[in-house]
Antibody, heavy 118, light 107 residues
Framework: QVTLKESGPGILQPSQTLSLTCTFSGFSLSTYGMGVGWIRQPSGKGLEWLANIWWDDDKYYNPSLKNRLTISKDTSNNQAFLKITNVDTADTATYYC??????????WGQGVMVTVSS | DIQMTQSPASLSASLEEIVTITCQASQDIGNWLSWYQQKPGKSPQLLIYGATSLADGVPSRFSGSRSGTQYSLKISRLQVEDIGIYYCLQAYSAPWTFGGGTKLELK
């Protein structure tokens, strides 16, 4: 059974760095072809893909967030991470992680709400 | 970036009605198109992948099709549990991009 669960700080202030963790089970990021993606959704709005990391440590980022994103993984502990630097109120959203395999994003986590506020 | 233009933005339909939602890709994405359903307060659930393949556990009233760079999701007989917001996703090339969403309501 594949499960994913996101965790994060809940609330942070503008200019801080947002650190998110995706803890998953039922698959391994050391398996050929596997990956984890991060997607976010501001309240009442659509979905925005942020970044992917693959089994071979290849990474893709959404260029709209320029150089603010860093994705990484801990294969031994079945975790993936996303950092967003210099956050502002526009980064307030629910953040999801999702499994990527032969099927792009077939399993999603429940999401974690992040609020950026002074 | 590949743009995914989804239509309509909102749709009101009756039970048992046929519903069709479309996504137009700005360039060729092959069959790298997935459809998701999202209900309030929940994460998106995969319905269709590879443009036409039904995900496990999804009712057969859902189907996907492709004509060139236009992709369609069809619900053959709308049920009350189908109410929600539907999104398409292209995973052909980075950055992956979602359609803007279609809010499906009961008439």
């Amino acid at each position: 059974q594949v499960t994913l669960k996101e965790s994060g700080p809940g609330i942070l202030q503008p200019s801080q760095t947002l650190s998110l963790t995706c803890t998953f089970s039922g698959f391994s990021l050391s398996t050929y072809g596997m990956g984890v993606g991060w997607i976010r959704q501001p309240s009442g709005k659509g979905l925005e893909w942020l970044a992917n990391i693959w089994w071979d440590d290849d990474k893709y980022y959404n260029p709209s967030l320029k150089n603010r994103l860093t994705i990484s993984k801990d294969t031994s502990n079945n975790q993936a991470f996303l950092k967003i630097t210099n956050v502002d109120t526009a980064d307030t959203a629910t953040y999801y992680c999702a499994r990527i395999g032969a099927i792009p994003t077939d399993y999603w986590g429940q999401g974690v709400m992040v609020t950026v506020s002074s | 970036d590949i743009q995914m233009t989804q239509s309509p933005a909102s749709l009101s339909a009756s039970l048992e009605e046929i519903v069709t939602i479309t996504c137009q890709a700005s360039q060729d994405i092959g069959n790298w198109l997935s459809w998701y359903q999202q209900k309030p307060g929940k994460s998106p659930q995969l319905l269709i992948y590879g443009a036409t393949s039904l995900a496990d556990g999804v009712p057969s009233r859902f189907s996907g099709s492709r004509s060139g760079t236009q992709y369609s999701l069809k619900i053959s007989r709308l049920q009350v549990e189908d109410i929600g917001i539907y999104y398409c996703l292209q995973a052909y090339s980075a950055p992956w991009t979602f359609g803007g969403g279609t809010k499906l309501e009961l008439k």
